[in-house]
């Protein structure tokens, strides 16, 4: 969508700033010219926070946002910016627990009903690593659509004279038409993006866990200081006691006072209901600070060698040596035990979500006073099911079972419907799969009783099949596809095609016309056209507990 003049005027108009309108009064024959103002446009505040869908196929998928708008209800053509530049890269796989704020900008009063995501198109510009390592040449990714991608809210925002919003966008990598391989081997990326409204509205912000920002200080007030993040755009952040600082410079604890303009920063954040964001931790230098920041996923966990290995603010891994006195705790208050192997070390592995204390943030080799698991969580493919247990198998072999804990209950991801309380129909859908690969997510509760973590839920991911063909022609709700299995054997199974509102599954064409690829949607009145034996196809599904699936997307291949 074109930017307007208009949304460029509204825009340009800082908080707080006075307009003046000249009017001319005609009379006789003199004139006059009086200068009247005019009070300021109302405006609120809008947080824009970046989360991700979980996805167990990809341990890097970055990418560079470089702008988002608003867009009116009433008039499609007038768009707000809430975030203009070039982002940091960003690794959307770190976001499955934690937010990545993006911007809070000051917003024109008004409703808005979407947004409108940019990123940065160039394939050098985006990182793929698959789960298993190995990183996806630039000359093989392709991006469709990613300079304008609309993406609806799911309920209106409307900005009122000094209200606090927050708009939580998610990159859901667990698409299966988010990242689509062709069948001459290039990965196509299909932004797929959504609006997640938070149920506690700003109250549920207190709660979420954000990246920590890199940037240098702007300038320091009383009480508050302004962060001039790597990102470009300028934040606010307010110090309370509560807030810790590291003079990175001096090796040693520092103060608020240490603070200076120009001093670089790694600042911890949260932010309270009223939009306001507060300074967890701050380390500060007058150099360039270490990679690494102590807030992140786990990438792995060296056994042998007491070392675990989490996420940087750049997205590679860094090393922090488990000693004899680490001590391990789950949300701050539950002991996991002390030490490396045979301690608490052993109740960590990748995926969880931490925050490291370091005994000194400036070795060259850092070594962890705490490890607190803020967010546990395990997936992969599920390898086993029965009334009392289930199994995830990951990319690197390993097997681990857990108990169903308090409260259990299952769902489809993106598919809606209330959640599943029956861990026996959980288990039947697995079962009933037979040679389709299961995977799905769980966040973990620790139980203190039997001092391992238990599954708090479990949410079916799409299952993508690998290339086939249509062998049966969509009639009546149905579909037939073949494809070869894990056994090297063609499989032919038959899934369903909900035509219910809502609950429709995304269907598309992926059409190559002398090397030009598009994909366009297909809505159910095309399907008996398009979807026709022998075209070549993937299809996602999810298992049922009846032991067949549901398509959750379908993509045709044609001029291939």
Request: aromatic fraction near 8%.
């Amino acid at each position: 969508m074109r930017f307007t003049p208009r949304s460029l005027t509204r825009l340009a108009l800082p908080a707080g700033l006075t307009t003046l309108a000249l009017l001319t009064a005609c009379g006789g024959s003199g004139s006059s010219t009086t200068a009247t103002a005019t009070a300021p446009a109302p405006t609120g505040t809008a947080a824009i926070i970046l989360t991700d869908a979980p996805s167990d196929q990809w341990s890097a998928v970055e990418v560079v946002v470089t702008r988002i708008t608003l867009v009116d209800k009433a008039d499609h053509t007038r768009e707000v910016v809430a975030f203009q530049g070039t982002s940091a890269k960003i690794n959307l796989v770190d976001l499955d627990s934690v937010g990545e704020l993006l911007a809070t900008a000051q917003i024109p009063a008004g409703t808005y009903d979407g947004m409108r995501v940019s990123i940065d198109p160039n394939p050098a510009n985006i990182n793929l690593v698959k789960a298993d390592g190995t990183v996806v040449p630039s000359s093989q990714i392709k991006v469709v659509g990613g300079t304008n991608v609309w993406v609806p809210l799911s309920s209106d925002l409307v900005v009122t004279q000094g209200s606090s919003n927050a708009l939580q966008l998610d990159f859901d990598l667990g698409h299966p038409l988010f990242l689509v391989q062709l069948p001459d081997g290039t990965w196509v990326m299909n932004l797929q993006i959504r609006h997640k409204p938070n149920a506690n509205g700003m109250m549920g912000m207190a709660q979420m866990l954000f990246r920590t920002r890199k940037g240098t200080v702007a300038s320091v007030g009383t009480g508050s200081f302004m962060l001039h993040a790597d990102s470009g755009n300028d934040l606010t952040v307010n110090v309370d006691n509560g807030a810790k600082f590291i003079d990175v410079d001096a090796h040693a604890p520092g103060t608020f006072a240490g603070l200076a303009a120009g001093k670089n920063v790694l600042v911890s954040l949260r932010m309270q209901p009223d939009g306001s964001l507060w300074a967890i931790r701050v380390w500060y230098s007058t150099s360039a600070l270490p990679q690494w920041t102590p807030e992140g996923h786990v990438y792995g966990v060296d056994r042998t060698n007491n070392t675990l290995f989490v996420s940087t603010d750049t997205g590679a891994p860094k090393a922090i040596t488990i000693d004899s006195d680490t001590a391990f705790t789950y949300h701050t208050t539950l002991s996991l035990g002390t030490g490396g192997t045979g301690g608490g070390l052993d109740h960590v592995w990748a995926g969880f979500k931490v925050q490291v204390e370091v005994k000194d943030p400036l070795q060259a080799q850092l070594h962890a006073a705490s490890v607190n698991v803020q967010r546990a969580v395990d997936g992969g493919r599920i390898t086993a099911a029965n009334a009392a247990t289930f199994s995830y198998a990951n990319a690197f072999s390993l097997t681990r079972t857990y108990a169903y804990g308090n409260g259990f209950a299952w769902w489809y991801l993106g598919l809606p419907g209330t959640p599943y309380m029956d861990p026996g129909a959980f288990a039947a859908a697995v079962t009933g799969a037979g040679d389709v690969r299961v995977q799905g997510v769980s966040d973990l509760t620790w139980n203190g009783t039997s001092s391992a973590w238990d599954a708090a839920n479990a949410i079916f991911l799409p299952v993508g099949l690998p290339l086939g063909a249509i062998s049966t022609s969509y009639n009546g709700g149905q579909l037939g596809f073949t494809f070869t299995n894990s056994s090297a054997t063609p499989q032919a199974i038959t899934t369903t095609l909900s035509t219910t509102v809502g609950q429709l599954p995304t269907v598309v064409e992926v059409h190559n016309q002398a090397g030009v690829i598009s994909i366009t949607p297909l809505d159910p009145t095309t399907w008996s056209a398009k979807l026709v034996a022998p075209t070549p196809a993937k299809v996602a599904v999810v298992p049922k507990p009846d032991g067949t699936f549901a398509a959750y997307a379908v993509a045709i291949f044609t001029g291939f």
